[in-house]
């Protein structure tokens, strides 16, 4: 009898319409401060999108320090662009004849990069 009660429950919670809001928490929805346009992309110079992806990824290193102790979410979004501009970055070395570039990663590390500016600055 437990056990229908528990699925009974879980299909309840599932179809239950869920706010944005609620849903979204203190960090933000899933795509509050993205424009799915990318406008590192748009310069076409390679070293100019390198300096620009590494300059948020070590502006993301330091925010995380930074924010380490304290629960504010720009921990959470300087964490996440570390990681994202990491994998940017990664992506335009890979390799020594081709260099790929990933717009979805460069696009997550901007995305990111602004939502953790957005939440640092409110220090």
């Known amino acids: 009898m437990g056990s229908v009660r528990i699925i009974t429950f879980c299909l309840l919670a599932l179809s239950a319409p ?9 960090f933000g929805g899933p795509h509050e401060a993205c424009n ?49 501009c990491a994998k940017a970055i990664g992506y335009l070395k890979l390799g020594h004849f081709r260099r790929e570039i990933d717009g979805e990663t460069i696009w997550k590390c901007e995305c990111f990069y602004a939502r953790m500016t957005q939440y640092a600055s409110r220090r």
């Not at 869920?18 to 203190?26: I, L």
């Not at 590494?54 to 720009?74: E, K, L, M, W």
């Open 18 to 26: 869920a706010s944005v809001t609620n849903a979204a928490g203190p």
């Open 36 to 84: 799915y346009g990318s406008a590192l992309l748009s310069s076409g110079d390679i070293r100019v999108l390198r300096d620009e992806l590494y300059s948020r990824y070590y502006h993301a290193i330091d925010v995380f320090h930074r924010t380490i102790n304290s629960s504010s979410p720009a921990f959470v979004w300087a964490k996440e662009t570390k990681i994202a």
